[in-house]
Nanobody, 125 residues
């Protein structure tokens, strides 16, 4: 069972940047990986993902601002977030699938079996 630990959240002003990290307890090279977020009173939503095959889909709301990447040697997934907006405020979660099954939509929560505890991002306007 893979364990995921996120870090890098914090409070920034609108227009600022943050880089989130997710360290896994074991190799994730054969798992789909994703970043999700959940704001108070809202459902958890997919932000970005990186499939086993290397595709990197993004939610429309973060395209051209966020970049997902992974360092397999460090078992670490990153989310670089630029031009942050107040509406990006949420708890951000890292997620990993169980192996590399075929997937239609990598930004759906049911693709992923393992979840981290989350890291809070607060953007003030």
């Amino acid at each position: 069972q893979v364990q995921l630990v996120e870090s890098g959240g914090g409070s920034v002003q609108a227009g600022g940047s943050l880089r989130l990290s997710c360290v896994a307890s074991e190799s994730t090279s054969m798992r789909h990986m994703g970043w999700f977020r959940q704001a108070p009173g809202r459902e958890r939503e997919g932000v970005a993902a990186r499939s086993c095959g290397g595709s990197t889909p993004y939610a429309d709301s973060v395209k051209d601002r966020f970049t997902i990447s992974r360092d397999n040697a460090k078992n670490t997934l990153y989310l670089q977030m630029n031009s942050l907006k107040a509406e990006d405020t949420a708890m951000y979660y890292c997620a990993a699938s169980d192996s590399c099954p075929p997937v239609w939509n990598f930004l759906q929560t049911d693709v992923y079996k393992y979840w981290g505890q989350g890291t809070q991002v607060t953007v003030s306007s």
